[in-house]
């Protein structure tokens, strides 16, 4: 999992056109340089990951813990767009994905970065593939933030966001109803717990920097 470096004495020149990093399973196409299961960047052997993103009948507030190599909102839902309703972002400004009118929608790409609300007309799962971020900073706006959860690991939303709760006024998910966590009253709050493939709203008193990496 993640990036193995690489020299060229090390690539392989396998069967059906394919080169292996070797010392793992992974491939690329070596006539076209596109990724196949895995892609080479930058001198690394890139190993691709997938994720399975459970979504249930109406509203689902998510987000996705990949760096996608197509990331135009079409493509990442097209193996369930037949049963979105709609597509909900926000990025200093609320932003809408219309199945039914895609030319007029203005959430045209999806990030590792952002929560997104999905309404869906029944349950499905949305399988996504992609590079794990190594990059897990996420720069908060005062005011509102739809952001991702990028550890790999439930935990508790204290721990998660001490480094910044000083500045924090709430935070908002969603699992089969809204819940809150209000760092002036964490006794009454029922949002205790953050997941991995889940979106939040948090609200900030002033801007601040989120950095997973040390939290995680």
Same mark, same amino acid.
């Given at each position: 999992i993640g990036t193995k470096n690489f020299?060229?004495?090390?690539?392989?020149?396998c069967t059906y056109g394919q080169t292996k990093c070797e010392g793992t399973d992974y491939y690329i196409c070596s006539e076209y340089n596109q990724w196949v299961n895995q892609g080479i960047i930058g001198g690394e052997c890139v190993v691709i990951e997938s994720a399975i993103i459970s979504l249930n009948q109406?509203?689902?507030l998510i987000?996705?813990?990949?760096?996608?190599?197509n990331d135009s909102v079409e493509f990442v839902f097209s193996s369930i767009m037949n049963k979105v309703i709609v597509i909900n972002g926000f990025d200093n400004g609320a932003?809408?994905?219309?199945?039914q009118l895609p030319e007029f929608s203005d959430l045209h790409n999806i990030d590792y970065k952002?929560?997104?609300?999905?309404?869906?007309?029944q349950p499905a799962n949305l399988t996504i593939t992609g590079t794990i971020p190594q990059n897990k900073i996420i720069t908060l706006n005062q005011n509102w933030n739809l952001i991702s959860y990028l550890c790999n690991q439930s935990k508790n939303i204290? $721990? =998660?966001?001490? #480094?910044i709760m000083n500045k924090v006024i709430v935070i908002n998910g969603f699992e089969n109803g809204a819940l809150t966590y209000d760092p002036q009253l964490p006794?009454?709050?029922?949002? $205790? =717990?953050?997941? #991995?493939?889940?979106?939040y709203w948090i609200k900030m008193n002033q801007s601040a920097v989120?950095?997973?990496?040390?939290v995680c």
């Open positions: 020299s060229v004495s090390e690539i392989k020149e109406s509203w689902n987000s996705i813990p990949l760096i996608l190599q932003k809408t994905y219309d199945p952002h929560g997104y609300w999905v309404k869906m007309t204290s $721990q =998660i966001f001490a #480094p006794e009454f709050s029922d949002l $205790q =717990i953050i997941k #991995p493939n889940h979106g989120m950095d997973y990496n040390s």
